[in-house]
């Protein structure tokens, strides 16, 4: 009889336009949007150089896609003084990110590799997430949200002048969120201090005070003999645990 021949032909026509439809499945654009959030503060965006992004393939380490994630920091009304609830929305299209098309053809496992902020050199810092993609569902909204720690100490080294070594230093939060006196991000939570090793290996501290100005820590240091000096300058806020720190060298003629 000529019909199970006729059904074994049909099933493998059947199986063979499946087989040829999943090897020439079409690559779907997948809407990826990643942003950066300081621990206590806001987003990381262009004001301190933003965020260098690469997003990867986890399994073959191949390379999906690379941007910068730019923009502001955010509503502050919003961020840091409303209450928020599960499901709130927190971030807007000026809010700082980067939203990547990738062409996917099956569901991914990506690594996103993030450096910055890159504006300071001493303040940059790597971040990486490892999370399913699946082809046609994007990630909008707020989208990935990664959390950096940390401070941005940007010291400045000035030199010996009459004797005596200024101790500077500009401390921000790592979006640039400025620390002022009794402000939103209160100097008065911020532990400032400078660690000085002399040509001799000798080491003295001194704590830096609140300057005035918003982010502005001072003090100063008189060098006892010629010769090399190393200076670190660290920031501490023991209730978030955010640490920042900058190292210079300055060469003194006695």
């Known amino acids: 009889m000529p019909f199970p021949r006729l059904r074994h032909l049909s099933t493998a026509v059947l ?6 439809s999943s090897v020439y499945a079409a690559a779907v654009p997948t809407e990826v949007t990643v942003r950066v959030r300081s621990h206590d503060a806001k987003f990381i965006g262009s004001g ?6 690469r997003i990867e393939d986890a399994v073959t380490g191949a390379l999906l896609d690379s941007g910068m994630i730019s923009g502001g920091t955010g509503d502050t009304e919003r961020l840091m003084k409303e209450p928020q609830t599960r499901g709130d929305t927190l971030a807007d299209d000026k809010t700082a ?9 099956a569901p991914t496992r990506i690594r996103i590799r993030l450096t910055g902020p890159l504006d300071v050199p001493a303040a940059i810092q790597d971040l990486s997430l490892t999370t399913w993609v699946v082809p046609g569902k994007d990630i ?10 940390g401070l941005i100490v940007d010291a400045r080294n000035l030199g010996v002048q009459d004797g005596s070594l200024p101790l500077i230093a ?12 009794g402000g939103l991000w209160d100097s008065a939570d911020y532990e400032v201090q400078a660690r000085i090793v002399g040509p001799d290996g000798t080491v003295a501290t001194r704590d830096l005070a609140f300057g005035g100005e918003p982010n502005r820590f001072q003090g100063s240091y008189t060098p006892d003999a010629a010769g090399l ?26």
């Open 15 to 20: 199986l063979l336009i499946t087989a040829s």
């Open 170 to 181: 500009d401390v921000t939060l790592m979006c640039g969120c400025p620390i002022t006196e």
């Open 140 to 149: 909008r909204g707020d989208g990935l949200v990664l959390h950096l720690p």
């Open 229 to 254: 000096y190393t200076v670190t300058i660290w920031a501490h806020n023991a209730k978030t645990g955010n640490t920042g720190a900058a190292t210079y060298s300055i060469h003194h003629n006695d």
């Open 48 to 53: 301190v150089g933003g965020m260098q992004l």
């Open 97 to 105: 990110h980067y939203t990547s098309t990738l062409m996917l053809e």
